[in-house]
Nanobody, 123 residues
């Protein structure tokens, strides 16, 4: 079973950058597709990005495409989310999770959620 811990959140100015990390423990990390989701106050959790276990395929929400990049290092058991050109609407708690279902963008397809890391972007 995979356990995930997010880090790297913080405050940034609009147009700035942050890099989130998702550290995994457990066996066979490379077998797991990993996704990033976010949840802003009063809003539902939404899909941000996902990456397959071998790192070959990536998926992005339209709202972050071209600004965010997901990557992974299976030797380090980590998945990263590089966030550039940040906007105030990117403010949220960001979570990583391992995918077991078929629908990439649905939170119900994921389990082993981390505790989340807060990202705050000011204008």
């Amino acid at each position: 079973q995979v356990r995930l811990v997010e880090s790297g959140g913080g405050r940034a100015q609009a147009g700035g950058s942050l890099r989130l990390s998702c550290a995994a423990s457990g066996l066979f990390f490379s077998d797991y597709d990993i996704g990033w989701f976010r949840q802003a106050p009063g809003k539902e959790r939404e899909f941000v990005a996902a990456i397959t276990g071998n790192g070959v395929r990536t998926y992005y929400a339209d709202s972050v495409k071209g600004r965010f990049t997901i990557s992974r290092d299976n030797a380090e058991r980590a998945v990263y989310l590089q966030m550039n050109s940040l906007r105030p609407e990117d403010t949220a708690v960001y979570y990583c999770a391992s995918k077991f279902g078929t629908e990439v963008t649905l939170s119900s397809s994921y389990r082993a959620w981390g505790q989340g890391t807060q990202v705050t972007v000011s204008s």
